[in-house]
T-cell receptor, first 115, second 114 residues
Framework: GAGVSQTPSNKVTEKGKYVELRCDPISGHTALYWYRQSLGQGPEFLIYFQGTGAADDSGLPNDRFFAVRPEGSVSTLKIQRTERGDSAVYLC???WGQGRQETQYFGPGTRLLVL | QKEVEQNSGPLSVPEGAIASLNCTYSDRGSQSFFWYRQYSGKSPELIMSIYSNGDKEDGRFTAQLNKASQYVSLLIRDSQPSDSATYLCAVIAGPRGGADGLTFGKGTHLIIQP
């Protein structure tokens, strides 16, 4: 079956602009996660959704970052007033549930470059 | 502060030998441990998961967990050039299971020399 998909695969923007990154999870997966990976680092947890339930956004770096998942499937990560330090690969993952033994499957990522 | 530590490498191993990758974690309450493989420019792919002390084997891969020492390792037997990648250790460290997200180490860059 289809895996996690993310669009766009690459995004170049200018400092101060607004960007939206989209994630389409594996069909039937209720849990969805966003991570950010900088060069030479492991992925860093940003935010979690269980269905359409309230997100755990404790990992978001600041209030310029916001994510939605209005119908419990597709999610959009929104970044306002982008900064050069936001340049990274943004990874989305999904799993069947939020249990400790649930495997998180990662999408291919969106490579964001802020000039 | 939840931390996962790995030696960044590169770790160079001859083809056919055993590659040993190590990881330590700071949160003693951690329950679930994962090894992901990441090829350059690609996304992480799950290799092994382990939840209780001891060894878990899957083909050429063996994961080892020692909660008392807060240590988890991955052994790759009969290493192949295709095993060359960055190996990420990840932990679920919070009380809410997956809802707390995975905490990753920086990864170990493994090179298998033909």
């Amino acid at each position: 079956g289809a895996g996690v998909s993310q669009t766009p695969s690459n995004k170049v923007t200018e400092k101060g602009k607004y960007v939206e990154l989209r994630c389409d999870p594996i069909s039937g997966h209720t849990a969805l996660y966003w991570y950010r990976q900088s060069l030479g680092q492991g992925p860093e947890f940003l935010i979690y959704f269980q269905g359409t339930g309230a997100a755990d956004d404790s990992g978001l770096p600041n209030d310029r970052f916001f994510a939605v998942r209005p119908e419990g499937s597709v999610s959009t990560l929104k970044i306002q007033r982008t900064e050069r330090g936001d340049s990274a690969v943004y990874l989305c993952a999904s799993s069947w549930g939020q249990g400790r033994q649930e495997t998180q499957y990662f999408g291919p990522g969106t490579r964001l470059l802020v000039l | 502060q939840k931390e996962v530590e790995q030696n960044s490498g590169p770790l160079s191993v001859p083809e056919g030998a055993i590659a040993s990758l190590n990881c330590t974690y700071s949160d003693r309450g951690s329950q679930s441990f994962f090894w992901y493989r990441q090829y350059s420019g690609k996304s992480p792919e799950l290799i092994m998961s382990i939840y209780s002390n001891g060894d878990k084997e899957d083909g050429r891969f063996t994961a080892q967990l020692n909660k008392a020492s807060q240590y988890v390792s991955l052994l790759i037997r009969d290493s192949q050039p295709s095993d060359s990648a960055t190996y990420l250790c990840a932990v679920i460290a919070g009380p809410r299971g997956g809802a707390d997200g995975l905490t990753f180490g920086k990864g170990t860059h493994l090179i298998i020399q033909p």
